[in-house]
């Protein structure tokens, strides 16, 4: 009560902060004091590339998927699914807080493997998310609000541009382990080992499963094998983001290796799974997050609380999305036509990749292209600096984030 | 040791809980008045005509595709949403100082406004002003600030149990009595959980006394169209604040007046000065959406936005809405006419005196006890009673059970 006394003389004073004193004077607005928010550096380049007039323009900068002709591409296996839900004329009865369970345990098996000894034991706790954000935003809040050790998250550097937000609006600390080589366009492994090798006990620690966003760089098995050697040896607590699995390589288990071996190394992981991108769910927010637990009574207590967090920012998670997924995923036909497709999108980027070098290496250019080749998934870090960026932008009507990457995933064969 | 061995576990939540042991029961009389989810008369649930409809029309359009919608939403459905509470004369829309926020949901809605309240209202990052919730409340009211932040969630005086009614100078008694700047939670109409809404004129003092103490206005409006069967009769409050000049927030749910639960569709209307604080506002609305979900879900949006933007399909709207408020005044009347038949003590005006989907019946715990346990009929402990839980073929039962546990427990 003592703290609202005093912020109430505060206001009686008024006229001196700038923010509190907008409040006071009868006329103004509430709002006086809001900040104009920047563009978003990802969405933003969409935001403005919109705007612009050239018909010439390309956007490479949203990762979302693009078929030869440029166009948004809705996987078969989707429609299908779709057809066959609507003919179920089914209610629209709220789900339950932690989501449709056939999607749930559907979505576990596919990360997991269905004959994983955790699912096998049920010791995981799995609740249907709001895409990756939501699945991300989840387990930070969860880990904000349970995590014994510090609260520090360890990112590769650099990561995903809505990581940083997301943990910190969470309550936590944002800290980075190296993991880009630029003069290589690779990966820093003896940098990420060091610097690992220094977080402090039961922090935790962030690592893209599979084509890392943005510079598309992974660790070989053999090097995730020294990694999660020494992410044991510190005692770290690992969140695994995979947003590309099927997507990255073509194939769902090799995507899914480094979770697997994780978990196989007794890592009691987190895991936030997206669907957006593999199975071209995007604007319908489906994805994943769970935590492997000691046992199965360990993760009841998990799944009550995720619960509670879940509750009071959205209820309960939207059907369509996680319907589309769980019919995919558990009827064999679609699966199989699912496989295919995502093997299809997989191909297609991989294609692109080497058109890109082609293309480079015709129109004359020295540098060496190869990183292009060699990194995996939808993006690619070209190198490009901010100001040669800028350039492209202003001059030539193509767009990518600030940081260089590029969508392979937007590239037709004409805009190659 | 696992770093999770000191994870409790916790409560579920309890009208959830309800709805499983309703389910588990197998008792042939059964009868659930819990969850607030419309029934027809056969206890189903109701996929409204139109949704069919229109969803039908979504699957045929080729041209669809499952893209991302922006951060804010389907434009197309958050000015719809604005308009249908403000109204097509709206001047403030006319004004543009009128924006939307798509969330999932009006939890959703609710949140996204909380967490922009704690960052830029009175102060900056200011967890400490003091959010209050009306006695009693939806529950998850108290959740939804809390984990946005706020540290004082204070009860304003509401529910008068003595004479079933509002109780109104409670009410405007906590209102002179609010620090200034304070946050109210209030119900557009159909409170939750008691049905009792303040009358035009009730509303009107609210207002004053909100306008003098400069406390800010958060309306929950889940029920618009539901509640009386008239969307403008439903929106009266909103729209008088607003012509009273007040910035506020609208939480707007489209759950249960588009029959749309699982598919999470709301909408956040923020009314401003002026469109240059709105689109500041705005702006920050989308760095707190982006952390949470980045983009909301397109379905439910998409047969919304179809809906409310197509004249023919706006009017069978409408016509669905008021089939079900008129089932539920139906119930109502029917209700309140057999307790008075079998003599049950008590008066029981205020269940036909009450709107919306929910009634605050005044059963007391132990009476909600009994009916739960020996007569099988499920509500919530508060008494609450679910209305679309009633059917012709069920209110004979529940106005005998609700009897007995009456005369028998005290």
Known sequence: MALLKSSKMIYCLGNISPSLGVLSTRNSSWWGGVQMGPPDPILGVTEAFKKDTNPKKMNLGVGAYRDDQGKPFVLSCVRKAEAIIAAKQLDKEYLPIGGLAEFSKACAQLALGPENEVLKSSRSVTVQTISGTGSLRIGANFLARFHAGPHDVYLPKPSWGNHTPIFRDAGMQLKAYRYYEPSTCGFDFKGALDDISKIPEQSIILLHACAHNPTGVDPRPEQWKEIADIVKKRNLLVFFDMAYQGFASGDIDRDAWAVRHFIENGHNIVLSQSFAKNMGLYGERVGGFTVVCKDAEEAKRVESQLKILIRPIYSNPPVNGARIAATILNTPELRSLWLEEVHGMANRIIKMREQLVAGLKKNGSSHNWQHVIDQIGMFCFTGLKPEQVERLTKEFSVYMTKDGRISMADDSNEQI | ?410
Request: aromatic residues 10%; neutral net charge.
């Open chain 2, 1 to 410: 040791m696992s770093l999770f061995s000191d994870v409790p576990q916790a409560p579920p939540v309890a009208v959830f809980k309800l709805t499983a042991d309703f389910r588990e029961d197998t008792h042939p009389q059964k009868v659930n008045l819990g969850v607030g989810a419309y029934r027809t008369d056969d206890c189903q649930p109701w996929v409204l005509p139109v949704v069919k409809k229109v969803e039908r029309l979504i699957v045929e359009d080729e041209s669809l595709n499952h893209e991302y919608l922006p951060i804010l939403g389907l434009p197309e459905f958050r000015s719809a949403a604005s308009k249908v509470a403000l109204g097509d004369d709206s001047p403030a829309i006319k004004e543009n100082r009128v924006g939307g926020v798509q969330a999932l949901g009006g939890t959703g809605a609710l949140r996204i406004g909380a967490e922009f309240l704690r960052r830029w209202y009175n102060g900056v990052n200011n967890t400490a002003t003091p959010v209050y919730v009306s006695a009693p409340t939806w529950e998850n009211h108290n959740g939804v600030f809390a984990d946005a932040g706020f540290k004082d969630i204070r009860p304003y005086h509401y529910w008068d149990a003595a004479k079933r009614g509002l109780d109104l100078a409670g009410f405007l008694d906590d209102l002179e009595k609010a620090p200034e700047y304070s946050i109210f939670v209030l119900h557009a109409c159909a409170h939750n959980p008691t049905g009792t809404d303040p009358t035009q004129e009730e509303w009107k003092q609210i207002a004053e006394v909100m306008k003098r103490r400069k406390l800010y206005v958060f309306f929950d409006s889940a029920y618009q169209g539901f509640a009386s069967g008239s969307l403008e009769k439903d929106a009266w409050a909103i729209r008088f604040f607003v012509s009273e000049g007040f910035e506020l927030f609208i939480a707007q749910s489209f759950s249960k007046n588009f029959g749309l639960y699982n598919e999470r569709v709301g909408n956040l209307t923020v009314v401003s000065k002026d469109n240059e604080n709105l689109t500041r506002v705005l702006s920050q609305m989308e760095k707190i959406v982006r952390t949470t979900w980045s983009n909301p879900p397109s379905q439910g949006a998409r047969i919304v936005s179809k809906t409310l933007n197509s004249p023919e399909l706006f009017e069978e709207w409408k016509g669905n809405v008021k089939t079900m408020a008129d089932r539920v005044l139906l119930m109502r009347d029917q209700l309140k006419a057999k307790l008075q038949a079998l003599g049950t003590p008590g008066t029981w005006d205020h269940i036909t005196q009450q709107i919306g989907m929910f009634s605050f019946t005044g059963l007391t715990p132990k009476q909600v006890e009994y009916m739960i346990k020996e007569k099988h009929v499920y509500l919530m402990a508060s008494g609450r009673i679910n209305m679309c839980g009633l059917t012709s073929k069920n209110i004979d039962y529940v106005a005998q059970s609700i009897h007995e546990a009456v005369t028998k427990v005290q």
